[in-house]
């Protein structure tokens, strides 16, 4: 099982990124999907999640500029982050769960203020 995130990078503040995860040795339309950050000193915390039904949640901190999406046919799942703030940075896991949870590698996002 392979998940490859990319897309992280350097942004200013009100800028934004897309994030994208491309899964492999998984039937991927049957896993929920997600991503998580973890800035430094702190916790591991979901950002965002989709079902393999297209159902999404966002963490409450980040409604209204960052979205979840999808794509079955790719397996890829895709963050995008607009009006990024300096809190926002943190290294991005990709995440799949269906009974087993798989984790990327991660990908650094670096908001400047």
């Known amino acids: 099982v392979r998940l490859q995130a990319s897309g992280g990078g350097l942004v200013q503040t009100g800028g934004s990124l897309g994030l994208s995860c491309a899964a492999s040795g998984i039937i991927f339309r049957l896993y929920n999907m997600g991503w998580y950050r973890q800035a430094p000193g702190k916790q591991r915390e979901l950002v965002a999640e989709?079902?393999?039904?297209?159902?999404?949640t966002h963490a409450d901190s980040v409604k209204g500029r960052f979205t979840i999406s999808r794509d079955n046919a790719e397996n890829t799942v895709s963050l995008q982050m607009n009006s990024l703030k300096p809190e926002d940075t943190a290294i991005y896991y990709c995440h799949a769960f269906w009974g087993r949870h798989y984790w990327g590698q991660g990908t650094l996002v670096t908001v400047s203020s």
């Open positions: 989709i079902t393999s039904g297209g159902s999404t």
